[in-house]
Every structure is written in structure tokens, then in C-alpha cells.
């Protein structure tokens, strides 16, 4: 089973495939974390021996010989008031203004399947699974406070997931001034933390540093997870590579401001943690009400970071993403930003199509520009109907004509902002986020919908319900391209619950969208991949992953994207050259690719203007993409390269079983005449042998993952290769 409890030794065991989390109840009624590691078995309490080495650390008031402390013990659930001096999981405040509480062991419960969080996106599981819940009270008789941790264990997975209830069961107020959702106390080690960290049109490039004595955090205050930190991390080994040392790490299933940090004590302990940022917040719950933190999804590894990245990708793509669009193939598009950007009529967007059509293209998105008084990005937002005289008709018109030239329409919306110059922020302004007597910071002249208000979510879904009733509609790509800066809302009761309640307003406008229309394939995207997070991945299958398309700067983009998401969520497109953002060419092949790494492949250029060459390549990628893409979507993926250190940057997808394999490479870099570079497979079935794309010589899967598949010796800087190999016999 994968949960067992041992009561006379008060111990917690949670067991996945190859993994074991253990923890117990102590003598003081402390929940103490024992083990995350390779499976084991027996009680693993001798490894915490700390807790006697309290020193000058404060002990529990019933603690007459001081021979602990919670200063130095590892716990599940670590809070400010009990004498732990480190960065805690929960800060409270009573009705009285004081801060602190002692929660201790109250009860516990297991149960068979997997938790959900009300409100929130959570890991789900299947029948057949053999998942289980296990939930832990804590409790503080004195605050009338309940903690209920929450654990989801789904071990053909790997994958343990936490997260946290607060419930309020006294007489009075109490105020959540911080929240974590997982906790994670080492007792040794010498790790490394990685992080990825960038900025609009650069996300997600690893960032690793030694975590010394003090402390290291990442976060985001802006409202959503942001372009410049992403809500996941690896804590690792030093010497942890691609294929060996010990990794854990953290990812949270929420898409507004986080925190994650990580501490080493003064006893060469680490503790590591996730969950909401801290920085605005402060949640009063009354008598009754409850306050749940976002769900994390944690993972180990003993064969280095590999392994962390293939069991993310699984749970992400199969148990996180839902709906008929997770296990489909997704259409091939051609998004008419970079093409037309706002000057477009309908008809310019239906001889798009045609030429697209010929190209064996699947679907037409209109971006920006469609509705209202939209002609530019300093107003129109909020108006959400079509511009039936820039569009020769209404959106279904649109489509139909689409339609008849072969290919679906889809369209781009960003329901959460509002421009001042538009109808509806003139008939409603208090509707947009804003402080009394201060005027607003705006971000691409709009501002914030309060989406915390039902009354302003019950406007967007109508109006998006009027365009999508109409039918002809297949594709929504949902943007959101500011932060959120003036934070008050007219109708909150208090101001430090404004930015969860917004999010959990997201979410609910999301769901409303998919229950209503469970066909609709929606896209994620916030200024490119400013909410690329698993919150978002349970509502989106795919995600826009950067405004930046230059395939040079795509390839440390996406290489980063891969730690933690899963390439079918990875949205990549063919641009134009010179790239937009960078200036840089790259050729059309290179260019493709890039692109087809991603499970969400497609276009954004002017197909009208490419010559009859570059057509011909275009079909031809369109048809090697439809024939790669399962392996892509589906298959384990491996980093070969990486982008910033090596001159050929390279990756590689393989089947589950070994069957086949996608070798895929761009070379970066050139000296001189240059050399014969090597790009080493992994994954390959051991003693087999392979075929490139099914004829030539039988390749050993030994020697090609020892020594490598040759590339050509005299390569040119962009030059790109993709070698299918198939599995003899």
C-alpha cells in the first residue's frame, strides 16, 4: 500500500515506485520529517539525532531537561511560535494582534484516491492508479486553529503531492500572514539550488548556486507567476548532473505570486519550501472560514536530474492536464500576429488561410485586434464584440469562410484587462483594480479587472459566451500582459486577501469556459510565458512559452522550459527572419526544428510573402512534424546539450518502450573548418540496434549512446539535424 501507519511508534510511511517520505509524531506531539529518499523500509527516525543539540535554541515549556528544540528539528510543517527561528511555513496572527501558535498532532485519516483542492487545480488520479490521500491535523486549542496537511500519493508517478488547509474553529479572528504549502528539512547534505529565473522574452534559464549558511529565495509579486521567476525548483546534489546524484524538487500547481526559498541552518541542516508569496498578503479568516494553500508536486530522484524531469513531465501531461485535448494530437497553426498584427480585414485573414491551407496547415488564429475599438494597444479591452466592419461579419462569419478553405479558426482574448478607453470600463470603473485617490500604474495603457468580484467574471463569460455560442470557434489563446500593481478592491473586506482571491476568480472563470464549451482548446499565455505553471496547465493544456520566436534564443528557452513541463505543453512557432525581438536570421530549417520541439507547433509570419522554396520547406515540415509528433508529445525527453556551454545544442525524445527515437540538433557555433561534433543518445534499448529513418546500416544502441552519432564535419553556424532512429527487430 502506499500509505501505512504505525501507530505504537506514531509513524508515517508514503511509498511510491522507487521513493519513500516518512515522518512521525514525537513525544511533544510535533510532526517531524524523517526521510525522502530511495525506497526503504523499517522506522528511519536514527537518522534525525539533531533535536538534542538544542544549545542556547528555545525548548518547549513542558521540555524540563531541554534536550529538544524546534529550532533544530526537521519538520513536516515547521510555524512561527515554537521556538524554529527559520523561515516558517505559517505565520499567524490572533484576534488580539499577536503572532504566534503550537500546533501539535491532532488526528490523522487515509483514504483511498487523490484529494482535491476547492477552488484550486490539483493533481487528479485515474482508476487503476492506486493512489491514496493521507490527511494530518495539527492543531492549536488555544488560537482554535486547525492545520490539515494534505498528501497525495500517486507512485506509479513518483510523485508525492502536499498541500494545506487552515481552518478557523475558535471564537475569534485569526490572520494568516504567511502560508507554505511543503516543507522539506534535510538533515545533511551539501546541496545546490536551481532555479529559473529571466524576463519578458527570455524565461526560464537555469540559474544554480550553492546553498551556503543563510538563506536563498525566488518569488514573484506581480500577480501571476511571472516571466522572471518560475514557480518551480531543484534542490540537488553539487556534484548532481543529468544522469547521477540526488535531486528534489518543488513545483507549485498555482498561478499567482510565490515564494520559494531555501535555508541552511547552523547545524549544516537545509530546508527547503514552496508556497505563496508573503509580500501583499494577509488573509483574515473568521470563525468557520478556511484558507487552503496550493497544491505542490514533489519528486526525487537518485539518478540526477533526468529522472526529476521525466517524472514531472508524466504527472503533468497525464494527471495535472485534463480534458479531450491532453492525450490529442494538436493542430498545426498559423497565428496572425507577426503577419498582420492589427492592420487586418476579414478578408486579409481569409487569403492567409488559403495560402496556409496549401501549406497543409490545420488552423487560423486572429490575434489582437478583432473586437471593439481595438486598432491599436491603447484601447478597445473589455469590449469583447467583433468588429463586424473591420471582420466583413461576426466572428462565426469569419469562420465559416475559414472553414471553407480547410483550416479551423481560432481566436485571442485577454478577458482579465480593460482599457480605459473602452465601453466598459466607462460604464464600470470601480470594476478595475485601482487605490482610492491614487491614480493608476498602467502596463500597455490597460489596467486589472478585479476578477476577486463575481459581478465582473459574470460580464466576461457573457460576453465570451456570445463570440463562442455562435460556434466556428476552436482555439482560444488567453492572455494576460501586465502585472497587477494597485492592489484594492472596492468590495474586499480586507486587501491582503485581493491577489488569491483574484486567482481563485481565474480559475473559476476558466472552468465556467471549459465546462461550457469541453471541445475548446485553450492556450495559456501572460507577455509570452509569464504564467507558464502547472496552475494553469490543469485549464490549458499549452502555454505560449515566450513572445521571443528567434530559434537561437528558443533553444535556452525551451531547454530550461524542459526541467519542469512537459514538451506537449511547450507552444513554438517558425517566425520571420530577421526575428522581431532579436534582429537575428537563422534559416527556415533550423527555424523548424526548434519549433517542432514543442507539442504545440506552428506559425507566425506572413505565409503570403515566402517565396515558392521556403513553401516547399514549410509543407515539408508540416509533414515530418505530423509524423514525429506522438514521439514529442508523448515520448521521455533528453537534454544531450547545453545551449549556453556547447557548440551543437542538442536533445533527444524516445519512446517508452525504445522503439524509436527522435535525435534532434542545431549547431551554435563554428571555429574555423571545424570538427566532426558527436551528439550521445540516451534511452536507447541496451543491446539493440537502430536504423536512421528505417534504411542503412544496423547502428549498436551501445556504441551510439557511448560514442555518440556523427554530425557533419563541415557544418555552418545554424546548420540543424533530425535523425529518426528505429529499433531493429
Known amino acids: 500500500m502506499p500509505l501505512s501507519f504505525d501507530a505504537p511508534a506514531r509513524l508515517f510511511t508514503l511509498s511510491t515506485a522507487s521513493t519513500t517520505y516518512q515522518m512521525k509524531v514525537d513525544r511533544h506531539g510535533y510532526l517531524l520529517h524523517l526521510y525522502y529518499g530511495t525506497r526503504a523500509s523499517g522506522d528511519l527516525g536514527y537518522l534525525v539525532t539533531h533535536c538534542a543539540l538544542s544549545g542556547m535554541s528555545g525548548q518547549p515549556h513542558e521540555d524540563a531537561d531541554r534536550t529538544f528544540s524546534l529550532d533544530v528539528a526537521p519538520q513536516e510543517f515547521p510555524f512561527q511560535g515554537g521556538g524554529d527561528m527559520r523561515s516558517p511555513a505559517l505565520l499567524v496572527r490572533g484576534a488580539d494582534g499577536t503572532f504566534g501558535c503550537d500546533l501539535r498532532y491532532a488526528r490523522h485519516e487515509v483514504r483511498p484516491g487523490k484529494y482535491s483542492l476547492p477552488g484550486l487545480p490539483a493533481a487528479y488520479a485515474e482508476a487503476g492508479d492506486g493512489a491514496e490521500t ?138 527547503a519550501q514552496m508556497g505563496l508569496d508573503d509580500g501583499l498578503f494577509s488573509y483574515p479568516l473568521e470563525p468557520g472560514e478556511s484558507l487552503v494553500a496550493p497544491e505542490v508536486l514533489m519528486t526525487y530522484s537518485s539518478a540526477g536530474l533526468e529522472k526529476i524531469s521525466h517524472n514531472l513531465h508524466r504527472v503533468i501531461r497525464r494527471r495535472v492536464c485534463r480534458g479531450p485535448w491532453r492525450d490529442a494530437p494538436r493542430p498545426v497553426l498559423v497565428n496572425s500576429w507577426e503577419a498582420c498584427y492589427f492592420d487586418f480585414t476579414g478578408d486579409r485573414l481569409v487569403e492567409l488561410a488559403r495560402r496556409a491551407a496549401d501549406l497543409g496547415i490545420d488552423m487560423l488564429v486572429m490575434d489582437d485586434g478583432w473586437f471593439g475599438s481595438r486598432s491599436d494597444d491603447r484601447r478597445g479591452l473589455g469590449d469583447w464584440r467583433p468588429n463586424v466592419e473591420k471582420l466583413g461579419g461576426t466572428v462565426a462569419d469569419l469562420a465559416r469562410r475559414v472553414n471553407e478553405c480547410g483550416l479551423g479558426l481560432g481566436i485571442w482574448v485577454e478577458p482579465e484587462m480593460v482599457s480605459e478607453d473602452s465601453d466598459l470600463f466607462r460604464a464600470h470603473p470601480d470594476w478595475a483594480l485601482s487605490v482610492p485617490g491614487k491614480d493608476p500604474v498602467l502596463g500597455r495603457d490597460q489596467l486589472v479587472l478585479d476578477l476577486s468580484r463575481a459581478d465582473v467574471r459574470d460580464n466576461l463569460f457573457g460576453q465570451l459566451c456570445a463570440v463562442l455560442d455562435q460556434g466556428g470557434v476552436e482555439y482560444v489563446k488567453w492572455d494576460c500582459n501586465r502585472s497587477i500593481v494597485d492592489v484594492h478592491s472596492r468590495l474586499a473586506s480586507d486587501q491582503g486577501k485581493v491577489l488569491y482571491d483574484y486567482v481563485l476568480g481565474l480559475y473559476d472563470l476558466l472552468g465556467r469556459v471549459r465546462s461550457r464549451y469541453p471541445d475548446l482548446l485553450i492556450e495559456g499565455c501572460s507577455a509570452g510565458g509569464g504564467r507558464f505553471d502547472a496552475g494553469m496547465l490543469a485549464y490549458a493544456p499549452q502555454i505560449w512559452t515566450s513572445d521571443n520566436t528567434d530559434a537561437r534564443n528558443r533553444l535556452t528557452i525551451q531547454y530550461g522550459t524542459s526541467f519542469g513541463y512537459p514538451c506537449s505543453a511547450v507552444g513554438a512557432h517558425v517566425s520571420a527572419c530577421p526575428n522581431e525581438t532579436t534582429g537575428r536570421t537563422v534559416p527556415l530549417d533550423a527555424r523548424g526544428v526548434v519549433a517542432m520541439a514543442g507539442g504545440a507547433f506552428g506559425y507566425e509570419l506572413d505565409l503570403t510573402k515566402l517565396g515558392d522554396r521556403d513553401c516547399e520547406l514549410i509543407k515539408g515540415q508540416v509533414a515530418a512534424y505530423r509524423q514525429i509528433e506522438p514521439l514529442v508529445r508523448e515520448g521521455l525527453y533528453y537534454r544531450l546539450s547545453v545551449p549556453e556551454e556547447d557548440d551543437v545544442c542538442a536533445w533527444e525524445f524516445v519512446a517508452e518502450d525504445g522503439s524509436e527515437a527522435l535525435v534532434c540538433a542545431v549547431v551554435t557555433h563554428v571555429d574555423g573548418y571545424g570538427v566532426t561534433s558527436y551528439v550521445r543518445p540516451r534511452g536507447l534499448t541496451p543491446g539493440a540496434a537502430y536504423r536512421v529513418e528505417g534504411s542503412g546500416p544496423e547502428l549498436s544502441a551501445d556504441a551510439l549512446m557511448d560514442m555518440g552519432l556523427p554530425l557533419s564535419a563541415s557544418c555552418s553556424p545554424y546548420e540543424s539535424f533530425m535523425y529518426r532512429l528505429e529499433r531493429v527487430g
Open 134 to 271: 493521507l490527511s494530518v491535523t495539527l492543531a492549536d486549542e488555544r488560537l482554535g486553529l486547525e492545520v490539515e496537511l494534505l498528501y497525495g500519493v500517486l507512485p506509479a508517478f513518483d510523485v508525492i503531492t502536499r498541500a494545506a488547509v487552515v481552518r478557523n474553529v475558535g471564537a475569534g479572528r485569526l490572520t494568516v500572514e504567511k502560508l507554505q504549502s511543503a516543507c522539506l528539512d534535510l538533515v545533511s547534505g551539501n546541496f545546490d539550488l536551481i532555479t529559473f529565473d529571466g524576463r519578458h522574452a527570455m524565461e526560464r534559464r537555469p540559474s544554480r548556486r550553492h546553498v551556503e549558511n543563510g538563506a536563498l529565495s525566488v518569488g514573484s509579486r506581480r500577480g501571476m507567476s511571472s516571466n522572471q521567476y518560475n514557480p518551480f525548483m531543484i534542490l540537488c546534489d553539487r556534484d548532481a548532473t543529468e544522469t547521477a546524484g540526488r535531486a528534489w524538487s518543488m513545483s507549485f500547481v498555482y498561478s499567482g505570486g510565490f515564494l520559494a526559498e531555501a535555508e541552511r541552518d547552523q547545524f549544516e541542516q537545509t530546508r
